[in-house]
C-alpha cells in the first residue's frame, strides 16, 4: 500500500529566515505561560529596537511623540525627505503593528523598517503606534490608544464632553494584512497548515484567551466578525477592502471568510493571494512577496474612491475598524466628506486628512 504524502507545510525559504523564524518559533513557545501572562522579559530579549532618527536614514527621518505618559501611549511619525510632494499633500497612513496586540512594539525592528519603506516608496507620512498590550491590558485598551492618536490631531467636541468628531476625515481604503481572525469552529486550513511557519493553532487559541474579555469565546464579534455573535452591515458605508491572504498562513480560510463577508454585504473587496507567502510575510523584506505587496498598496491607493464611502469617523465607528488582531493601517487624504457610520473592518484603512478647522 502506497504511503499517504504529507502536506508541505513551508515554502522553500532562505537559511537566514529560517533561522530568524526558529529563533520566533523559541522565544514564543518560552514566553506564553499556562495561565495566561507572558515573560515579557524573556521576550524583550529577541525583540529588538530601533530608535527614531532625526537625520534621514535612506530618505525618511523619524520621530518619537507621546500621547499620554500615564499609559505609555506615543507614536513615530515617518516622514519622508526625498518626494518633490509637499507634506500638507501626502497621504498619511496609521499604522497599528503586528503581534496579535500581545507581542512587540511601534520601535520592533521588523515594523520599523517596514513604515520605513512605506513611507519613502509610497510616497507617505506614517504614524505607528505604539498601544498597549494584552493580557495586561485587554479588549479594548488597543482601540482606545489607536483612538486617542487620532483624536489628538483630528477631532473637535461633538455633543457632550465625552465624544469627539474627526474633522473633514475621509474613509479612502481599508487595507488587510493577513488579518487575524478566528472562532471556535477549526477551518480546513487551520487543520492543515498548523505545522506552518509563525503560528499555530496552540498560539492563536492563546491569543484570543490572553485578548478578549474574560469568559469569552472565539466567536466573539471582535474575532469571528461575520459569525454567529455579528451585526448586518449591508446598510453601512464602508471603505472599499483590499484583503492580503498567504498560502502557507493557517488563518486563511478566516481571510477568505473576511473578504466573502464584505462581497456579501454588498461591500466592495479584492483578495490578493500569495501561494508562497506564510502568516506575518510582510515583516520579512528579504521575501519576494514583500515587494509585491508595497507595490499593491501603492496602487490601491490610487485607485478611484467610491463617494458614497466618505464620512466623518466617530469613536464608535473607530472601534469597529479595528476590529481584530492584525496590523490595522490608516491612510489619509485631503478632501471634504459626510457624516455617516460604518462598521467593522480590519487591518488597514485608509482616511482623509482636515482641509481646515470649521466642522
Known amino acids: 500500500m502506497a504511503q499517504k504524502q504529507q502536506p508541505i507545510l513551508s515554502p522553500d525559504l532562505p537559511w537566514k529566515v529560517r533561522l530568524l523564524l ?207 455573535n455579528s451585526v448586518d452591515i449591508s446598510r453601512v458605508n464602508f471603505p472599499a477592502t483590499i484583503v492580503f491572504v498567504g498560502g502557507f498562513d493557517p488563518l486563511q480560510d478566516w481571510q477568505k471568510k473576511y473578504y466573502e463577508g464584505l462581497h456579501k454585504a454588498g461591500k466592495e473587496a479584492n483578495l490578493i493571494e500569495y501561494e508562497n507567502a506564510f502568516h506575518s510575510f510582510y515583516a520579512i523584506p528579504e521575501l519576494p512577496e514583500y515587494s509585491l505587496m508595497i507595490k499593491e498598496i501603492n496602487l490601491y491607493k490610487d485607485t478611484k474612491c467610491n463617494i458614497e464611502n466618505q464620512y466623518y469617523l466617530e469613536k464608535r465607528v473607530m472601534y469597529k475598524m479595528l476590529i481584530n488582531l492584525a496590523t490595522p493601517i490608516l491612510v489619509q487624504n485631503p478632501q471634504n466628506c459626510k457624516h455617516s457610520r460604518a462598521y467593522k473592518a480590519t487591518s488597514v484603512l485608509l482616511l482623509g486628512l482636515p482641509t481646515d478647522d470649521s466642522a
Not at 33 to 49: E, I, P, Q, Y
Not at 68 to 85: A, E, G, N, Q
Not at 93 to 118: E, T, V, W
Request: aromatic share 14%; net charge positive.
Open 22 to 228: 526558529s529563533i520566533h518559533s523559541f522565544a514564543f513557545n518560552n514566553s506564553f505561560n499556562s495561565n495566561g501572562t507572558v515573560n515579557r522579559t524573556f521576550l524583550n530579549l529577541f525583540d529588538l529596537k530601533s530608535s527614531p532618527s532625526k537625520n534621514p536614514i535612506n530618505g525618511v527621518k523619524s520621530f518619537d511623540i507621546t500621547v499620554d505618559p500615564s499609559r505609555k501611549l506615543w507614536f513615530r511619525l515617518y516622514i519622508p525627505t526625498t518626494t518633490t510632494t509637499t507634506a500638507t499633500s501626502l497621504p498619511i497612513i496609521f499604522y497599528f503593528h503586528g503581534g496579535g496586540f500581545i507581542l512587540m512594539a511601534a520601535n520592533s525592528k521588523p515594523f520599523d523598517k517596514f513604515c520605513q519603506r512605506l513611507a519613502r516608496e509610497i510616497p507617505s507620512i506614517i504614524v505607528s503606534i505604539n498601544y498597549r498590550l494584552a493580557p495586561e491590558h485587554k479588549y479594548p485598551c488597543q482601540y482606545e490608544d489607536g483612538f486617542d492618536v487620532l483624536k489628538r490631531q483630528y477631532s473637535a467636541p461633538c455633543g457632550t464632553q465625552s465624544e469627539s468628531k474627526f474633522l473633514k476625515l475621509q474613509v479612502i481604503r481599508l487595507i488587510a494584512l493577513q488579518p487575524f481572525f478566528g472562532g471556535e469552529e477549526r477551518t480546513e486550513s487551520e487543520n492543515k497548515l498548523d505545522g506552518a511557519p509563525v503560528i499555530n493553532m496552540e498560539h492563536t487559541d492563546w491569543f484570543w484567551k490572553a485578548f478578549l474579555p474574560e469568559g469569552s469565546k472565539r466567536d466573539h464579534a471582535t474575532a469571528n466578525v461575520f459569525g454567529p
